[in-house]
């Protein structure tokens, strides 16, 4: 089965600062990944999905790239603001994306003003 | 703010009971999900709907069931409540994007306690 690999420890970064977020993942390439952003005692909201064909997808503050070779997908906050604050998921379709997804445990990150 | 609701948010209740979670989306999505997670832990899938009428078994095993009788909404049951089933609760939905990508949209969750 699908295993997904995040950054267990939480990650402290300075306000200003590039927050970089890594999800690691075996077994076979999805057809596409997602990052959702989770408030403690809240659902997760999603964020940005990349496909397996694009390198690198963009919104706003946010980047995410994806690497089929190395199996892992980068998750890029630029100009960090405190209220980024907040567990990162990564989560892969499980084939086709209908069928629900699989996540991984998530980074917690912290913007220290 | 995605419109798919939860109820109750908080529950406490003795071993031995009979319980619901409700949830209800107004955005008219076919696929439904329920998803368990644990302080610290990963989602897991856990029931899954296609759309009405249709109920599917997740990646892990859940003494829950699930029923689909209406598109807006997909209860979770469980027969009778044990403290390991003490967890949180997560329910989402998603349609097809114009991409044909489902990005899923959660509820705010029911935090269980089985005493």
């Known amino acids: 089965s699908q295993k997904i690999e995040q950054n267990s420890e939480a990650l402290n970064i300075q306000e200003g600062k590039t927050a970089t977020l890594t999800c690691n993942y075996t077994?076979?390439?999805?057809?596409?990944l997602q990052w959702y952003r989770q408030d403690p005692g809240r659902g997760p909201v999603f964020l940005l999905l990349?496909?397996?064909?694009?390198k690198e997808k963009r919104k706003e503050r946010l980047k995410v790239t994806f690497d089929t070779t190395l199996k892992q997908s980068l998750f890029h906050i630029t100009a960090s603001q405190p209220a980024d604050s907040a567990t990162y998921l990564c989560?892969?379709?499980?084939?086709?994306?209908?069928?629900?997804?699989?996540f991984g445990k998530g980074t917690h990150l912290i913007i220290q003003p | 703010e995605a419109d798919i609701y939860q109820t109750p948010r908080y529950l406490v209740i003795g071993t031995g009971k009979k319980i619901t979670l409700e949830c209800s989306q107004t955005m008219g999505h076919d696929k439904m999900y329920w998803y368990q997670q644990d302080p610290g832990m990963e989602l897991h899938l856990i029931h899954y709907?296609?759309?009405?009428?249709?109920?599917e078994k997740g990646d892990l095993s859940s003494e829950s069931t699930v029923s689909r009788i209406r598109t807006e909404h997909f209860p979770l049951t469980l027969e009778s409540a044990r403290p390991s089933h003490t967890s949180q609760y997560l329910c989402a939905s998603s349609a097809a994007g114009p991409s044909g990508t489902y990005e899923q949209y959660f509820g705010p969750g029911t935090r269980l306690t089985v005493t």
């Open positions: 709907s296609y759309g009405v009428n249709s109920t």
């Open positions: 989560a892969l379709d499980t084939g086709g994306g209908a069928d629900g997804l699989t």
């Open positions: 077994n076979y390439s999805p057809a596409y």
């Open positions: 990349i496909r397996e064909n694009e």
